[in-house]
C-alpha cells in the first residue's frame, strides 16, 4: 500500500486553518558552489528541485492554527531532493524550534524524508545532533512535540524529529524506518518498515487516515491546551454499587467477577475526551494497558494524565509505557491518574526475558520521581508489587469490589504450606477488604457510586 505524497504546503493546508499558516523566513548563509564538498551537480540538482516543486529547501518552517490552535509547524518536502537533510535544512529546523520555545507553542512536524544530503557528506548528517539538541531544549522547556509520519519517514528524520517526538502518529501505509528501502538488507520483512508495523512494535501511538489527521492533530492540542491543576485530581466514582464484602475471600471474588467493570468503563465516565498513547518505544506493547492524555468529563474540564490496568497480568511493555506516560506528564505538568487492576505482574518465562523486573522499577520510579499530583483508584485486584508500582503513595482509593494483597491468597497458602481450602482463611488474615485497607491506611477511603440524577 502507498500513500498519496503532498507537498509540503499541501500538507500543512490539510491540517491548519484556512489562510493561517505564517512561514518563518530564514536567512541562508553565503553560498558556495555545488556546496561544502563542491560535489559536481549539486547546484544544478537544487535549480531542479526547485523549479520542480517552487521550493529552495527540504522543509518549511512557521506557525499555524490547527482547529483554533497555534502551534510551530515543520513540513518536509519530498520532492526537493527526497527531503533531505542538509545545512540549511537544520537552520530552518533550528529556526521552528527556537520559534516554538520563545511563543510556548507545541510543535508539528509533517515529515516526509529520505534522510541525510550525501551531496553535504558529514555536514549533513551532524544535523542530526543540531535537531536532537533542540529538541532536547524543547523537551526542557515543558513543551509537546507532535509528530505526523507522512510517506516516507526513514533514516535521520525518523531516529529524531519523528521517533523523538512526545505523540507520534502516522498516515496508513506509509513507509517508516531507519533503514530506507535501497540501503535495508535484501531479506528484511517489508512489513517492519510500514507505518502498521512501528505501531505493532509499540513505536508509533496511532496510524490515522488522512481524512481524520486534522481531527486527531487538532484534539492533541486542544488537550495539551487545556487549564492545568497543580492539585491531585479527585478518583472517579465507583462503576458498581456494591456493599462491603463480608469476607477477605468475597473481597476477592468479587474482584475477580467477569462482570465487574473494567477500565474502559471508569475512563469513559471520567473523560469527555481522550486520546491514546501505545507502545514502550523499545518494541513492546500490552493491550492491558491504557494510557494517553484525556480531558476531565466534569470539573473545570482539565487535562490528566492516564495509566490503567485492564484485569490481565501486566507485560513489562506495559510498566515501560506507563512509566513513559507519567514521565511526559510530568515534564508537561499534567496531573496522572492511575487505575490499578491486575491480578499481577506477567511471570512467565517471556516477561522475564524482556526484563520484568527491571520495567516494575521504572514504573516504581517514575511514580515516586513525579514532581505532578498523582491520584490512583483500584477497581478490581490488586496483586502484589506488579499492581503497587502504579499506585501513588499517600493518594490510592479503593472501590467496593477490589481487594489488594501482598500476594493472592491462593499463593499465600501454598507458601505457607497450608492445603488449597485454606486459601479463604488466609484470605481474611491478611486484610484485604476495602475497608481493610483504609484502616490499615495503605488506601485513603472507598469511593461511593455517582450519585444518579
Avoid at 551537480?41 to 523549479?51: F, H, P
Avoid at 514504573?363 to 483500584?378: D, E, K, Q, R
Wanted: charged share 20%.
Amino acid at each position: 500500500m502507498t500513500t498519496t505524497r503532498l507537498s509540503a504546503r499541501a500538507a500543512i493546508a490539510s491540517l491548519a486553518d484556512p489562510g493561517s499558516f505564517a512561514e518563518l523566513r530564514v536567512p541562508e548563509g553565503e553560498s558556495v558552489p555545488d556546496g561544502p564538498l563542491a560535489w559536481a551537480g549539486y547546484d544544478g540538482a537544487r535549480a531542479r528541485a526547485t523549479a520542480a516543486t517552487g521550493e529552495t529547501e527540504s522543509v518549511v518552517v512557521g506557525a499555524a492554527r490547527v482547529g483554533g490552535y497555534e502551534a510551530a509547524v515543520v513540513s518536509f518536502e519530498f520532492g526537493f531532493l527526497g527531503g533531505s537533510l542538509g545545512l540549511r535544512t537544520g537552520d530552518r529546523l533550528e529556526a521552528a524550534y527556537r520559534y516554538a520555545r520563545e511563543h510556548r507553542l507545541p510543535l508539528v512536524s509533517l515529515i516526509a524524508t529520505g534522510g541525510s544530503r550525501m551531496q553535504e557528506g558529514m555536514l549533513a548528517l551532524t544535523q542530526l545532533q543540531r535537531v536532537a539538541a533542540q529538541s532536547a531544549l524543547t523537551r526542557a522547556a515543558g513543551l509537546p512535540q507532535i509528530a505526523v509520519l507522512r510517506d516516507p519517514t526513514t533514516g535521520g528524520g525518523w531516529a529524531t524529529l519523528g521517533a523523538g517526538a512526545d505523540v507520534v502518529l502516522a498516515l496508513p501505509g506509509a513507509q517508516v524506518g531507519f533503514a530506507g528501502s535501497r540501503v535495508r538488507p535484501p531479506e528484511a520483512d517489508p512489513a517492519a518498515y510500514t507505518a502498521e508495523g512501528q505501531h505493532a512494535a509499540g513505536h508509533v501511538d496511532a496510524v490515522v487516515p488522512a481524512p481524520e489527521l486534522a481531527r486527531a492533530v487538532t484534539d492533541w492540542l486542544r488537550l495539551l491546551a487545556a487549564p492545568r491543576s497543580t492539585e491531585p485530581v479527585p478518583p472517579p466514582a465507583a462503576q458498581a454499587d456494591a456493599a462491603a464484602p463480608a469476607t477477605g475471600w468475597d473481597a476477592v471474588r468479587r474482584a475477580r467477577h467477569p462482570d465487574r467493570p473494567r477500565a474502559g468503563a471508569y475512563l469513559d465516565a471520567y473523560f469527555g475526551l481522550r486520546m491514546p498513547l501505545w507502545g514502550d518505544r523499545a518494541g513492546g506493547t500490552d493491550p492491558g494497558m491504557l494510557c494517553g492524555f484525556g480531558l476531565r468529563a466534569d470539573g473545570d474540564g482539565s487535562v490528566v494524565a492516564y495509566v490503567a490496568q485492564c484485569g490481565t497480568a501486566t507485560l513489562p511493555a506495559g510498566y515501560r509505557t506507563a512509566a513513559r506516560v507519567i514521565r511526559l506528564a510530568d515534564r508537561l505538568g499534567i496531573p496522572v491518574l492511575t487505575l490499578v487492576d491486575t491480578p499481577g505482574a506477567a511471570n512467565d518465562a517471556a516477561a522475564e526475558r524482556a526484563g520484568a523486573g527491571a520495567a516494575i522499577a521504572d514504573a516504581f520510579a517514575a511514580v515516586a520521581a513525579a514532581g505532578v499530583p498523582v491520584t490512583t483508584l483500584l477497581i478490581g485486584e490488586g496483586g502484589s508489587g506488579g499492581a503497587l508500582a502504579l499506585a501513588a503513595p499517600g493518594n490510592t482509593w479503593v472501590t467496593p469490589d477490589s481487594y489488594f494483597s501482598v500476594i493472592a491468597p491462593e499463593l499465600a497458602a501454598a507458601i505457607l504450606k497450608r492445603p488449597a481450602s485454606q486459601a479463604p482463611a488466609t484470605a481474611e488474615q491478611l486484610r484485604i477488604r476495602p475497608h481493610d485497607l483504609v484502616s490499615l491506611g495503605v488506601a485513603r477511603g472507598v469511593v461511593a457510586p455517582r450519585a444518579r440524577p
